[in-house]
């Protein structure tokens, strides 16, 4: 399995409250991804990053933010927590573009109050 | 854009028995197509990948799936389905830019009876 962690495992939190997420690869891999996941909707990205300090916007990213300091870590920060943004988080990482599989991690569930 | 669609939600079948999901697709560039597999509680893992090589791809545990670009279509079969194989399947396409972006489809639950 590729090395992935993902930090909460769970969390709660409420309303307005600020909410950072971590992603930990092993892998080296350059491409990281952050995902959520909602019924009905598969998974839709929030933001990527292609290097260290390279980072995009995805489909649905209005109300969160990302840094990438190092390339073992990708940080997904909610500024101030909504309902809405209740939802399981992945991230997943490539070594490349395209054609490259994506590995995921194990999730992170948010509930938000 | 690019843009999947999943036909059915839900697919019920029964052990033994044919499994085929249905995938679309709609891409303005070449696209690279996978099927991702999600167990209970798990993250995703990749069962297979189009990426313009053979048509005709074969994945793991016993999973195909055929790329017909006239009918824009990816769908994902197995001869005779396990009870192991209850999951979510997503299909997903990327090819815009090279970023490794991946667009998902609504997921499929496969549920098999025994």
């Known amino acids: 399995d590729a090395g992935i962690t993902q930090s909460p495992r769970h969390k709660v939190t409420e309303t307005g409250t600020p909410v950072t997420l971590r992603c930990h690869q092993t892998?080296?891999?350059?491409?990281m991804y952050w995902y959520r996941q909602d019924p009905g909707h598969g998974l839709r990205l929030i933001h990527y990053?292609?290097?260290?300090?390279?980072?995009d916007k995805g489909e649905v990213s209005d109300g969160y933010s990302v840094s990438r300091s190092k390339t073992e870590d990708f940080l997904l920060t909610l500024e101030s927590a909504t309902s809405s943004q209740t939802s399981v988080y992945f991230c997943?990482?490539?070594?490349?573009?395209?054609?490259?599989?994506?590995?995921f991690g194990p999730g992170t569930r948010l509930l938000v109050l | 854009a690019q843009s999947v669609t999943q036909l059915g939600s839900h697919v019920s079948v029964s052990e033994g028995a044919l499994v085929l999901l249905r995938c679309n697709y709609s891409?303005?560039?070449?696209?690279?197509l996978f099927w991702y597999v999600q167990y209970p509680n798990q993250g995703l893992q990749l069962l297979l990948k189009?990426?313009?090589?053979?048509?005709l791809v074969k994945g793991i545990n016993g999973f195909e799936a055929e790329f017909k670009k006239s009918e824009t279509s990816f769908h994902l079969t197995k001869p005779s389905a396990h009870m192991s194989d209850a999951a979510e399947y997503f299909c997903?396409?990327?090819?815009?830019?090279?970023?490794?972006?991946?667009?998902f489809g609504q997921g499929t639950t496969l549920q098999v009876k025994p």
């Open positions: 997943a990482i490539s070594e490349r573009g395209n054609e490259e599989t994506q590995y």
């Open positions: 892998e080296n891999h350059r491409y």
């Open positions: 990053s292609y290097g260290v300090k390279d980072t």
């Open positions: 891409s303005s560039v070449p696209p690279y």
């Open positions: 189009y990426t313009s090589a053979a048509t």
């Open positions: 997903a396409v990327s090819g815009s830019g090279n970023t490794g972006k991946l667009i």
